[in-house]
């Protein structure tokens, strides 16, 4: 029995040191050895030969569920206006027919089928399977050979990778935790900010390759400055990681208990985070003064922020909440894209909770992703908080290749307001007693 505990702790030893001398140390220093470009490489040659046994046996998984009805993209007035073609009279200051019911009817029964909200919240659907069993529909029992290829992947993702990913991210949090609550020890200087920020970066720089992560940053000249409000799209809890990855923020958000409480407190001690109690998030107004304090002092790092407020399933950007944009100060847009092909970076918390997303995100085959830095961006003179928001969204929007909806994200777990239908009720009439759309949008029904 002493034999064999020896014989496990010196493999321990072996495996701990090619960790640190191979992973670890490097990432510490922003060095890359090309291990992560050349599995990279190997994986995306594995997928390629996947495709190609995919069509020997002649099957297609592109689109299976995508476009089940068609959808016109063309206004109410429009598609009401098509249905009463074969009716004489005009839609301006014209009186109500039976048929305009078919145009509510239809839009009703698409919404139902497959409407904007509730899909932005299911993982991304794939071009072609990833030989992942969370992303597929039994296809690893179509061909003898792709079972093997697929019995070879869950070796290599479960028995080879997660211990790897473990051993990292343990020793990440573990340095974060330790390296911060030291450097909090020491008294206020700029030396005790480039310790804070060289303990903090190091941590997210081992957690990122602890995930096998390829991020390709654009447009550096870009990226935020202190004093300033970085805004993202948001699609998973490791966008932190991505964008901490090649710089330090001040982090916002509410106190926790356990784990994630000790990585608070110990995080805050060295660095000027923003954390809230319950209580204090519901107020407004002194959230907004906090935040204000911060981004005064041009000494402390930008915030974080993402003003969707829950996880969209990178395809899309969802509605802003405008407080992020009230507050004053310079807003650095940030657009993140992740690849699905290597895994499903989104994180359905309706669905999964914290730690059955980290395993299936430690069990996935690597994180791939693109991170644009926009140009700064400011209020105008005449602009509220909810055109400044909406203005930065567009902008997130267009340069990630996401859809721009304007629905709010909190629909994911709450019902649709009354404004949203009283909206579609004052369009159809204003086309009845002849107003104007926008000026009816203004006023009662």
């Not at 959808?71 to 009186?95: C, F, Q, T, V």
């Not at 509605?319 to 004053?328: A, N, Q, R």
Request: contains cysteine; aromatic residues 10%; hydrophobic residues 45%.
């Amino acid at each position: 029995m002493e034999g064999a505990w020896e014989i496990a702790f010196v493999l321990f030893q072996v495996w701990l040191s090619i960790v640190v001398g191979l992973i670890v140390l490097p990432a510490m220093f922003g060095v890359s050895l090309g291990f992560t470009d050349i599995y990279i490489k190997v994986l995306v040659k594995t997928l390629e030969v996947k495709a190609f046994l995919l069509c020997l046996v002649s099957f297609q998984i592109h689109n299976v569920l995508s476009g089940i009805i068609e959808k016109d993209d063309g206004s109410m007035e429009e598609e009401i206006g098509e249905l009463r073609r074969s009716h004489p009279k005009n839609l301006a200051g014209g009186d109500f027919t039976m048929c305009d019911a078919f145009y509510f009817c239809k839009k009703g029964i698409e919404n139902i089928v497959e409407d904007q909200v509730t899909q932005r919240f299911t993982s991304e659907e794939l071009a072609s399977w990833n030989l992942l069993t969370r992303t597929n529909n039994n296809f690893r029992y179509i061909s003898v050979r792709l079972t093997i290829i697929w019995g070879l992947g869950v070796f290599i993702r479960y028995c080879i990778l997660l211990p790897l990913r473990i051993t990292l991210a343990v020793i990440g949090l573990s340095w974060l935790v330790i390296g911060t609550t030291l450097v909090g020890l020491l008294p206020s200087s700029n030396a005790k900010n480039w310790l804070s920020d060289l303990v903090h970066i190091t941590c997210y720089r081992i957690c990122a390759r602890g995930l096998s992560a390829t991020i390709r940053y654009h447009n550096k000249e870009n990226r935020p400055k202190k004093g300033g409000i970085c805004v993202a799209n948001h699609t998973s809890p490791i966008d932190i990681v991505i964008l901490a990855n090649d710089g330090c923020y001040a982090m916002v958000g509410q106190v926790h208990g356990g784990l994630m409480g000790v990585i608070q407190r110990s995080m805050v001690r060295s660095c000027p985070h923003v954390w809230f109690e319950r209580s204090e998030m519901k107020d407004r107004h002194a959230v907004a003064k906090r935040l204000k304090d911060h981004i005064a002092d041009k000494t402390k790092l930008p915030i974080l922020i993402f003003p969707e407020g829950t996880c969209i399933n990178n395809t899309s950007v969802m509605m802003f909440k405008k407080g992020s944009f009230e507050i004053g100060g310079t807003i650095y847009p940030v657009a993140i894209k992740y690849d699905p092909q290597f895994g499903d970076a989104f994180w359905n918390s309706a669905k999964n909770n914290m730690v059955s997303y980290l395993l299936r995100m430690m069990t996935s085959w690597a994180i791939v992703c693109n991170m644009w830095y926009l140009p700064p961006m400011t209020r105008q003179d005449g602009e509220d908080a909810v055109q400044f928001a909406n203005r930065v969204k567009s902008a997130i929007a267009h340069q990630g290749g996401l859809v721009d909806l304007s629905w709010d994200g909190g629909l994911k777990r709450e019902k649709v307001k009354e404004s949203f239908k009283e909206e579609q009720q004052k369009m159809y009439s204003s086309m009845i007693v002849g107003l104007d759309c926008h000026e009816a949008s203004e006023g009662p029904v």
